[in-house]
């Protein structure tokens, strides 16, 4: 009894000291399981897994995320005026820009660049963390689909294929910063490292039989089919892995990436060039943390922005 009772009070000494340490959000492991409990809800929908809760805000790795009343990063949504444009990014954790200051992310740069030429153009930015292609269409027909954007961007990524699990987790994994702290450790001593790891994985991703390869082309088709019935323009711009951008060993994945949005009728962007050959530290939201910092967000408005403006 009395060394269960010292294990118990052990644990949550070490526990205590962790919260007190992790206080600085420099732990990007801690910080997404916190932007899991406190900005993410169970989604009734299987196929989505969670969604964004609704009007709430968090400060995340120092950052404030705030979510709108349709769990978009941003402000409440204004009426559309007649003969408005409005865009709407789709897309994971870079999308929503995951470290990055609200100002400072992809859309709010792009509806900043539209300002500055007297335009006034909504970018609406639909990101959530850990959603891949199946997740963040089915999501656009389920609660976005009444936004009747005039542009749709797919910010697509390479996981963007991946089969994704639920998630959820058991409750130490919830509700406890030294139950993530292990789990992050063992995963670390247990899991393959090395650059050829990641590019073995995304070989294995885009293997044309792979049913998440599958799931992202045929969830693709529907979001193009959609385009094509309303009359709305769309697009998929090609996020890079910014782990190795002097060396990259992906782009025969963008030009996979290239040919099926051809294929489906979207307007394909390649944002890698943009990106040049910048060292992980240069670009990374923090060490250890490999999200576009507001520099590889910057890069990717630039690089999207031409494109976009086309239209008049």
Same mark, same amino acid.
């Given at each position: 009894?009395?060394?269960?009772?010292?294990?118990?009070?052990?644990?949550?000494?070490?526990?205590?000291?962790?919260?007190?340490?992790?206080?600085?959000?420099?732990?990007?492991?801690?910080?997404?399981?916190?932007?899991?409990?406190?900005?993410?809800?169970?989604?009734?929908?299987?196929?989505?897994?969670? !969604?964004?809760?609704?009007?709430?805000? $968090?400060? +995340? @790795?120092? =950052?404030?995320?705030?979510?709108?009343?349709?769990? /978009?990063?941003?402000?409440?949504?204004?009426?559309?005026?007649?003969?408005?444009?409005?865009?709407?990014?789709?897309?994971?954790?870079?999308?929503?820009?995951?470290?990055?200051?609200?100002?400072?992310?992809?859309?709010?740069?792009?509806?900043?660049?539209?300002?500055?030429?007297?335009?006034?153009?909504?970018?609406?930015?639909?990101?959530?963390?850990?959603?891949?292609?199946?997740?963040?269409?089915?999501?656009?027909?389920?609660?976005?689909?009444?936004?009747?954007?005039?542009?749709?961007?797919?910010?697509?990524?390479?996981?963007?294929?991946?089969?994704?699990?639920?998630?959820?987790?058991?409750?130490?994994?919830?509700?406890? !910063?030294?139950?993530?702290?292990?789990? $992050?450790? +063992? @995963?670390? =001593?247990?899991?393959?490292?090395?650059?050829?790891? /990641?590019?073995?994985?995304?070989?294995?991703?885009?293997?044309?039989?792979?049913?998440?390869?599958?799931?992202?082309?045929?969830?693709?088709?529907?979001?193009?089919?959609?385009?094509?019935?309303?009359?709305?323009?769309?697009?998929?711009?090609?996020?890079?892995?910014?782990?190795?951008?002097?060396?990259?060993?992906?782009?025969?994945?963008?030009?996979?990436?290239?040919?099926?949005?051809?294929?489906?009728?979207?307007?394909?962007?390649?944002?890698?060039?943009?990106?040049?050959?910048?060292?992980?530290?240069?670009?990374?939201?923090?060490?250890?943390?490999?999200?576009?910092?507001?520099?590889?967000?910057?890069?990717?408005?630039?690089?999207?922005?031409?494109?976009?403006?086309?239209?008049?």
């Amino acid at each position: 009894m009395v060394f269960a009772l010292s294990t118990v009070l052990g644990l949550l000494a070490v526990e205590g000291v962790l919260r007190l340490q992790n206080s600085s959000m420099q732990n990007y492991n801690i910080e997404m399981w916190r932007y899991a409990k406190e900005l993410k809800t169970p989604s009734a929908v299987p196929e989505l897994g969670h !969604e964004h809760v609704k009007d709430r805000s $968090a400060i +995340l @790795q120092s =950052v404030e995320i705030r979510l709108n009343d349709r769990g /978009l990063r941003g402000g409440p949504v204004p009426p559309l005026a007649p003969g408005g444009r409005r865009i709407l990014v789709l897309g994971g954790s870079i999308t929503l820009g995951w470290g990055v200051p609200e100002a400072e992310t992809m859309t709010a740069r792009l509806e900043q660049m539209f300002a500055a030429e007297g335009r006034a153009v909504q970018v609406l930015n639909a990101g959530v963390g850990n959603y891949n292609a199946l997740r963040y269409t089915e999501r656009f027909f389920r609660e976005l689909e009444d936004l009747a954007p005039t542009d749709i961007v797919v910010h697509y990524f390479l996981r963007d294929a991946e089969q994704l699990d639920p998630g959820g987790g058991n409750f130490l994994l919830r509700h406890s !910063e030294l139950a993530v702290t292990a789990w $992050a450790a +063992l @995963q670390n =001593v247990m899991a393959p490292q090395g650059e050829n790891v /990641l590019i073995d994985h995304y070989r294995s991703v885009y293997a044309e039989d792979r049913p998440g390869y599958v799931a992202m082309k045929e969830e693709l088709a529907k979001l193009a089919a959609y385009a094509r019935e309303h009359g709305t323009r769309i697009y998929l711009a090609m996020i890079p892995d910014v782990h190795n951008l002097k060396d990259y060993p992906f782009r025969d994945i963008h030009q996979r990436m290239r040919q099926v949005a051809g294929e489906l009728g979207y307007t394909y962007v390649d944002l890698l060039p943009g990106f040049g050959s910048l060292d992980p530290q240069q670009i990374w939201a923090l060490p250890g943390d490999p999200h576009p910092n507001a520099l590889g967000h910057k890069i990717m408005a630039e690089q999207l922005f031409p494109v976009l403006d086309q239209v008049r």
